[in-house]
Structures are given as structure tokens and as C-alpha cells.
């Protein structure tokens, strides 16, 4: 169930945020283009002279989780307040501290550590009841989010389709949004979008296409050409087939390296080794199973390595560096058919993946900081980027759009967000087909339940929406406030 604290979408809010890293800063930035009230407090004096050259709105150099300066920051009449800093703990007390004297804030914590995330959300399954009716939430925090564990999602999603592609996934649903490239040659390369839909009989969708380094929504008459990327909207079981329209065919990933054991790692391993004995791919398309993996597991420390040895006992482990040539040449790397990277320093998992590639590994997946890294990544023939903190700053944005927004997605460059909503009984689009509020270009509804039951579906034209629809849409960035006003009926 939603969070029933804020307001319909479209209500201006005032918000504070604790931590003026990167994330806080880009988060800053989203909020302050919906015209909302923004105060941004860090205790560092470089790190707030850097952001309030950048943001307009409230900047204050001091210490967060001190009552008196949130009070005097205005935290009695602010809607949400989301924590960011680099240090887990002043984020969780600082949430406790404020619950204590404003309960009906909304409290949300970047949390890393994978131990506090795993213990908070055991006890609330063990006391879903407890939890659920009388008690605050654990620590006061509405909303824990946890950034490893969002970017351990999108690696295995990817690794599911055999890392041509990085993929959204929507919950309930068997659609998927696959970002994938034309390549020459291929029976996509030359097409309008208008004919494309005669090369197969598989219900699919080109949502987006992104060209030039610009990410928009297409109409029939965009043409698609080689070397472009598109969005491609169809039934997990189908894309494989759709996928080979474009040129890009899935192989067995029976060797897979990976480079990093610390905590996304150490996700990604997990989840990895554990679905390898239930048949990684079993169901997805038909009953071959696309994965039979040898897993390597490499990085140079040593504690870590010892950890992942003890925890991992199937996987090869190796403490060492990956580039060294005897290494590459003992275990035979330039023959692995997927190399994941996901050290802690973001720029040098782009290098090692790109290098890695060099040497002949077939499928490469990076762990990146940005969007504006996943386009350098690609660039650089790197397969799938997984952007951390646009991530991170995506599911903030999903708990502060009010109660009608179940998702927010940052596609690529960042020109476009998928939505996930509910279409309220305030809506003046209830009674209406699709066709009659279109707006090409603008926006494209990809996916719709029925009245938040059955199935979703790629509705058509006729398609009439009713209250309690939910639907899946796109809509460039700067467009979302609008839209969704316009779905909610401010």
C-alpha cells in the first residue's frame, strides 16, 4: 500500500534534505524544477559553497541531526525529510530523532549498510502485524533505501537476458522495457516505426529511440537507423525473438567473471549461485536455460576475498588484479562470455570493462555512477551500464510523488522518466479513450491493468481508462509535473 502522508501530485511541498553529495544535490535539482521548497543542510563548508552555486534554493552549512537547526530550518511545516549522507548511522538516528517529535513527517534514509537492511526487513515480516497497525517504523524511517541493493536488481535483470540489454522490469507484470541497439545489417536497421510492427507477430512496443545522444519519444514516421538505441516494450518470453530483429542474439553464459566481492558483489554472487541451481533462465523462454555458469570471483582484498571464498564455496575466488597478464592467461579471462565490474570505483569498473572487452570477453556489464557515465560506458562498448545513484535518486523520487505514483524510472540520458500510477476518481480522463487525450511526443501509455487486477496489457487507441486503472507511461522529465496533473485533474 502507498505511503498515505503526502498530498496528491501537483501540491507544492517543502522538503529537507540531509547531505549535499552528489545525490543530494541531484535529488535538490529534480525537486526544484517541480517548484517545490527546498532546504538543503550539510555540515561541510566546501561541500555547501559548491552546492549553493549550483541550486536555487536554501543551502545551510551545519550539522543535520540537530533538532534545533531542522526547527529552524522549518521541519514543523515540511512534508518530507530524506537523508542522504554518507554515514548510515547519522542518517537512521537522525530519522529516529525527528519521529520522535514529528511522526507524520515523512522520513526517508539512504541506507548501504546491507546488515541493516536485511535486519529491519526480517522484523517486519516477523511483525508485519505489529508493524503494520499500532508501532512507528523501525528507526522512524518511512522509507529505507538501499543503493546496492537496487543496483544488484538491475545486474541480475540484465544478466537474465543474457546482458544484451539493460532491463526494466514492472512488478505484476510480464512486460519488460529492454534498451537495446540496432545493429547493421540487422531487419530494424532502415525501417519506419510504422512498418516495424510487420517483422513479427509478438505484441511489442518501440517506446523510445535514442539517436545522436538524444533520448525522445518516436512517432510512425521516425526512422530507424543502425547504431541507434531504442526502448523496447514486450513480454519477457518474446524478447528474445525481438531482440534478434535488431541484430543482437542471447548466448549461454556458461563462464562469467566477476570483479568486485564487496557488498554489491556480493549481492550479485548470491543471487547468481543461488539461482544456478533452480535453472537461472528456467521459464523465461521456453525451457532452455541460457546460463550453466563457471563464476570467478576476483579482487584485490584480501578480507574480502577471504569472505566470499567461505560464503561462495561453488565459485572460483581468486585475490589478485584482474588485469594482471598471468592471471588473464592461467584462467583463460579473454574466454569468459560475461565480465561483471562492480569495485567500489566506478571509473575503473569502466576501464576493466572496456579492457576485459578488448581482450575478447563477449558481454560486459559496469557498474557506473551516473546516466552520464552509462553514455560514456557505452561509448566505450561497454553492454550495460548500471547507473548507482540515478537509481537511488529514481526510488526517493517514487515515495515524494504523492500517493498516485506507484514508480519513477530515469530512462538513459535522463531525457525521459517512466511512470508507474493509479488513475484516481478525480481524473477528467476517466470515461476517455486513449486516442482522444493523446499527445505524441509528449507522452506514450506503454502498459494498463484494468482497475489495479489482471493483467497488464499495451493498450490501443479505443482503450477506455477507468478509476483505478493503473497505468505505465513515458513522458520526458521536464514534462512529468504537467502530465501528471493532467491524469490527476489538478
Same mark, same amino acid.
Do not use: W
Given at each position: 500500500?502507498?505511503?498515505?502522508?503526502?498530498?496528491? &501530485?501537483?501540491?507544492?511541498l517543502?522538503?529537507i534534505?540531509?547531505?549535499?553529495?552528489?545525490?543530494?544535490?541531484?535529488?535538490?535539482?529534480?525537486l526544484?524544477?517541480?517548484k517545490?521548497?527546498?532546504?538543503?543542510?550539510?555540515?561541510?563548508?566546501?561541500?555547501?559553497?559548491?552546492?549553493?552555486?549550483?541550486?536555487?534554493?536554501?543551502?545551510i552549512?551545519?550539522d543535520?541531526?540537530?533538532?534545533?537547526?531542522?526547527?529552524?530550518?522549518?521541519?514543523?511545516?515540511?512534508?518530507?525529510?530524506?537523508?542522504?549522507?554518507?554515514?548510515?548511522?547519522?542518517?537512521?538516528?537522525?530519522c529516529?530523532?525527528?519521529?520522535?517529535? &514529528?511522526?507524520n513527517?515523512?522520513?526517508?534514509?539512504?541506507?548501504?549498510? &546491507?546488515?541493516?537492511y536485511?535486519?529491519?526487513?526480517?522484523?517486519?515480516?516477523?511483525?508485519?502485524?505489529?508493524?503494520?497497525?499500532?508501532?512507528?517504523?523501525?528507526?522512524?524511517?518511512?522509507?529505507?533505501?538501499?543503493?546496492?541493493?537496487?543496483?544488484?536488481?538491475?545486474?541480475?535483470?540484465?544478466?537474465?537476458?543474457?546482458?544484451?540489454? !539493460?532491463?526494466?522490469?514492472?512488478?505484476?507484470?510480464?512486460?519488460?522495457?529492454?534498451?537495446?541497439?540496432?545493429?547493421?545489417?540487422?531487419?530494424?536497421?532502415?525501417?519506419?516505426?510504422?512498418?516495424?510492427?510487420?517483422?513479427?507477430?509478438?505484441?511489442?512496443?518501440?517506446?523510445?529511440?535514442?539517436? =545522436?545522444?538524444?533520448?525522445?519519444?518516436?512517432?510512425?514516421?521516425?526512422?530507424?537507423?543502425?547504431?541507434?538505441?531504442?526502448g523496447?516494450?514486450?513480454?519477457?518470453?518474446?524478447?528474445?525473438?525481438?531482440?534478434?530483429l535488431?541484430?543482437?542474439?542471447?548466448?549461454?553464459?556458461?563462464?562469467?567473471?566477476?570483479?568486485?566481492?564487496?557488498?554489491?558483489?556480493?549481492?550479485?554472487?548470491?543471487?547468481?549461485?543461488?539461482?544456478?541451481?533452480?535453472?537461472?533462465?528456467?521459464?523465461?523462454?521456453?525451457?532452455?536455460?541460457?546460463?550453466?555458469?563457471?563464476?570467478?570471483?576476483? !579482487?584485490?582484498?584480501?578480507?574480502l576475498?577471504?569472505?566470499?571464498?567461505?560464503?561462495?564455496?561453488?565459485?572460483?575466488?581468486?585475490?589478485?588484479?584482474?588485469t594482471?597478464? =598471468?592471471?588473464?592467461?592461467?584462467? =583463460?579471462?579473454?574466454?569468459?562470455?560475461?565480465?561483471?565490474?562492480?569495485?567500489?570505483?566506478?571509473?575503473?569498473?569502466?576501464?576493466?570493462?572496456?579492457?576485459?572487452?578488448?581482450?575478447?570477453?563477449?558481454?560486459?556489464?559496469?557498474?557506473?555512477?551516473?546516466?552520464? &557515465?552509462?553514455?560514456?560506458?557505452?561509448?566505450?562498448?561497454?553492454?550495460?551500464?548500471?547507473?548507482?545513484?540515478?537509481?537511488?535518486?529514481?526510488?526517493?523520487?517514487?515515495?515524494?510523488? =504523492?500517493?498516485?505514483?506507484?514508480?519513477?524510472?530515469?530512462?538513459?540520458?535522463?531525457?525521459?522518466?517512466?511512470?508507474?500510477?493509479?488513475?484516481?476518481?478525480?481524473?477528467?480522463?476517466?470515461?476517455?479513450?486513449?486516442?482522444?487525450?493523446?499527445?505524441?511526443?509528449?507522452?506514450?501509455?506503454?502498459?494498463?491493468?484494468?482497475?489495479?487486477t489482471?493483467?497488464?496489457?499495451?493498450?490501443?487507441?479505443?482503450?477506455?481508462?477507468?478509476?483505478?486503472?493503473?497505468?505505465?507511461?513515458?513522458?520526458?522529465?521536464?514534462?512529468?509535473?504537467?502530465?501528471?496533473d493532467?491524469?490527476?485533474?489538478?
Open positions: 500500500m502507498r505511503f498515505e502522508k503526502l498530498p496528491g &501530485y501537483g501540491i507544492k517543502k522538503i534534505i540531509i547531505g549535499a553529495g552528489f545525490t543530494g544535490v541531484q535529488l535538490a535539482k529534480r526544484i524544477n517541480e517545490n521548497d527546498v532546504t538543503l543542510i550539510d555540515n561541510d563548508e566546501e561541500t555547501i559553497r559548491h552546492a549553493s552555486n549550483r541550486l536555487d534554493c536554501a543551502v552549512q551545519a543535520g541531526n540537530n533538532l534545533q537547526t531542522l526547527e529552524d530550518a522549518g521541519i514543523a511545516k515540511a512534508e518530507a525529510l530524506v537523508c542522504v549522507t554518507d554515514n548510515d548511522e547519522v542518517n537512521m538516528i537522525t529516529s530523532l525527528v519521529d520522535a517529535v &514529528y511522526p513527517l515523512l522520513k526517508i534514509a539512504r541506507v548501504r549498510n &546491507y546488515a541493516y536485511i535486519n529491519t526487513s526480517d522484523a517486519i515480516k516477523k511483525h508485519a502485524d505489529t508493524f503494520g497497525n499500532k508501532h512507528r517504523p523501525l528507526y522512524g524511517i518511512d522509507y529505507m533505501i538501499h543503493p546496492d541493493v537496487e543496483a544488484a536488481k538491475t545486474i541480475v535483470e540484465a544478466v537474465k537476458n543474457g546482458a544484451v540489454s !539493460d532491463i526494466l522490469s514492472f512488478e505484476n507484470s510480464d512486460y519488460e522495457l529492454a534498451h537495446i541497439t540496432i545493429e547493421n545489417g540487422s531487419r530494424m536497421a532502415g525501417c519506419k516505426l510504422q512498418d516495424v510492427r510487420r517483422l513479427s507477430d509478438k505484441p511489442f512496443l518501440v517506446v523510445y529511440v535514442e539517436s =545522436g545522444g538524444r533520448t525522445s519519444l518516436p512517432s510512425g514516421s521516425t526512422l530507424l537507423n543502425s547504431g541507434d538505441s531504442i523496447l516494450l514486450a513480454c519477457r518470453k518474446d524478447l528474445s525473438e525481438l531482440f534478434g535488431c541484430g543482437s542474439y542471447i548466448r549461454e553464459l556458461k563462464k562469467v567473471v566477476l570483479v568486485g566481492a564487496g557488498r554489491i558483489g556480493s549481492i550479485v554472487a548470491g543471487q547468481l549461485m543461488q539461482q544456478k541451481k533452480v535453472s537461472f533462465f528456467s521459464g523465461l523462454r521456453g525451457t532452455k536455460s541460457y546460463m550453466t555458469q563457471n563464476l570467478l570471483i576476483v !579482487d584485490t582484498d584480501e578480507n576475498t577471504k569472505a566470499a571464498a567461505a560464503r561462495f564455496p561453488a565459485a572460483n575466488v581468486f585475490c589478485t588484479d584482474v594482471d597478464e =598471468g592471471f588473464i592467461r592461467e584462467e =583463460g579471462l579473454n574466454t569468459c562470455d560475461l565480465a561483471i565490474c562492480v569495485t567500489h570505483n566506478h571509473e575503473l569498473n569502466m576501464v576493466l570493462a572496456a579492457y576485459l572487452e578488448s581482450l575478447g570477453v563477449a558481454k560486459t556489464v559496469s557498474l557506473v555512477a551516473s546516466s552520464a &557515465y552509462a553514455t560514456i560506458a557505452r561509448k566505450l562498448g561497454i553492454d550495460v551500464p548500471v547507473p548507482l545513484r540515478d537509481a537511488v535518486v529514481d526510488s526517493i523520487m517514487s515515495h515524494l510523488r =504523492g500517493r498516485t505514483v506507484m514508480g519513477i524510472h530515469t530512462i538513459n540520458t535522463g531525457d525521459l522518466e517512466v511512470i508507474e500510477c493509479v488513475l484516481p476518481e478525480t481524473s477528467p480522463y476517466i470515461g476517455k479513450t486513449l486516442k482522444n487525450i493523446s499527445d505524441p511526443g509528449v507522452f506514450l501509455v506503454m502498459l494498463l491493468q484494468k482497475d489495479g489482471g493483467e497488464y496489457t499495451i493498450p490501443v487507441g479505443n482503450t477506455v481508462l477507468s478509476t483505478g486503472d493503473r497505468l505505465i507511461l513515458v513522458t520526458g522529465t521536464v514534462e512529468t509535473r504537467r502530465i501528471l493532467r491524469f490527476n485533474g489538478k
